[in-house]
């Protein structure tokens, strides 16, 4: 496979990623929009917002079969689309069903998309030998930003859901069916082009699945990343304007300044893990995450609550992208291309479950006892994955990490460097 073919494959998967953090946060910032737009109840409300996490762990065991079958990169060329022709119809529908039925469908493809993007990641990292996956996600996390700027554009601008949504699915949509050809497959890793669903392709496995036990702590790494995400999200603004007095408009600044953050940790991150490797920047990243909940916990005003949401927006960042690199790479050693597609899906579907607990936790926490309180959780769960870091290490894959310095050579079949 040539170097021009994998850096097209790069850019697309890159640009993939963006659409769908530009989807997703158009989605949640508006959810205040569309639910007004709908007459959803207080008390329905949340049974909307759960059904879309559930659905899209769905769709994400769903893709596990399917990719056995047909190529990641098929899927995700007709999952992104699905994704957001779903985000219009959430907009421009005219009833309760009519949404209900918009986000079952965003779920199940949302799954699917997840599954599959990070599929393609973590195989084009195996086949370039360096890390670029905390790339895919600082792509993503550039779309949020972008994303969540237009909806409060279209907030501010009183504009209808439609209205918001349309402009950006009509320029998103084409833009992305053409860069899906460039996707690349890249299952079999350096030089090697990758064969169908299952072949031994370069890989040491057979095709057969991972062990659960084996993926147990990516697995919990993964939830408590989102617990953790999750926090920040749904009561960063709440957390500094209750409990730390701040005003409403400051109140907002937090999760802009997490973002953004998230954007810098992950675009600077690749090159940490080159440098040292992937255990000891998932340590540091639990580290600072877990050192930014105690500082908002034990915040004496707004400046160190602020302070303790940036290193939050440092810390996690890393974590979720290094948790695929790692389940697929392991995947890759027990079962070949179709292991590491396996062992992927399933670690995504930990994503949501993360999300699921996330918020709720933090509320009855909150409730029962202090919001300061309940903000120890989330900071005792980052903490024990420091105690997982060492399943991060460097298993015989094809790039080294933790004390391994050495990295594979970044060539491809014609032996030009990539």
């Not at 659905?55 to 056995?68: F, K, P, Y």
């Not at 992305?176 to 079999?188: E, F």
């Not at 500082?295 to 996690?316: D, E, K, Q, Y």
């Not at 006892?369 to 290490?393: D, I, K």
Request: proline share 4%; charged share 10%; with cysteine.
């Amino acid at each position: 496979m040539t170097d021009t073919r994998m850096r097209q494959g790069r850019a697309a998967l890159a640009f993939s990623f963006l659409v769908q953090g530009v989807a997703f946060a158009l989605l949640v910032t508006r959810i205040p929009a569309i639910q007004d737009r709908y007459g959803i109840s207080d008390a329905l409300l949340p049974a909307f917002l759960a059904a879309v996490p559930v659905l899209a762990g769905v769709g994400s065991v769903v893709t596990e079969r399917v990719v056995r079958r047909v190529a990641p990169s098929l899927v995700l060329r007709w999952a992104q689309p699905v994704v957001l022709l779903a985000l219009l119809a959430v907009g421009v529908g005219q009833g309760m069903i009519q949404v209900a039925l918009a986000l079952a469908v965003f779920g199940l493809a949302v799954g699917a998309l997840d599954a599959s993007m990070n599929m393609l990641g973590v195989s084009l990292q195996r086949a370039y030998g360096r890390s670029i996956m905390l790339g895919f996600h600082a792509a993503y996390s550039l779309g949020g930003i972008a994303g969540a700027s237009l909806a409060w554009l279209g907030a501010h601008g009183g504009w209808a859901l439609g209205v918001s949504y349309a402009p950006v699915v009509g320029v998103l949509l084409p833009l992305a069916l053409v860069g899906s050809r460039w996707y690349v497959d890249a299952a079999a890793g350096p030089g090697v082009e990758a064969g169908g669903p299952g072949v031994e392709a370069g890989g040491k496995g057979n095709g057969r699945g991972v062990a659960f036990a084996v993926l147990l702590p990516f697995c919990l790494v993964m939830s408590f990343a989102y617990i953790g995400d999750s926090t920040v999200s749904n009561w960063s603004a709440k957390y500094l304007q209750d409990v730390l007095g701040s005003s409403e408009q400051t109140a907002t600044v937090p999760y802009n300044v997490y973002m953004v953050m998230t954007l810098l940790g992950r675009t600077l991150g690749d090159l940490g893990v080159r440098r040292f490797g992937a255990a000891a920047v998932v340590r540091a990243g639990a580290v600072l995450a877990a050192a930014g909940f105690a500082l908002v916990a034990g915040a004496p005003g707004v400046a160190a609550g602020m302070a303790g949401f940036t290193l939050l927006g440092l810390g996690l960042c890393v974590l979720v992208p290094q948790t695929f690199a790692a389940a697929g790479r392991i995947g890759f050693e027990k079962g070949g291309p179709a292991g590491s597609d396996a062992a992927v899906a399933r670690l995504n579907v930990f994503n949501y479950v993360g999300f699921l607990v996330g918020s709720p936790l933090v509320g009855v926490i909150g409730d029962a006892w202090s919001y300061r309180g309940a903000m120890l959780v989330p900071m005792v769960l980052v903490l024990v994955t420091v105690g997982y870091a060492r399943s991060f290490e460097g298993t015989g894959g094809r790039y080294g990490d933790g004390h391994e310095r050495a990295r594979a050579a970044d060539v491809g079949r014609d032996g030009h460097r990539l």
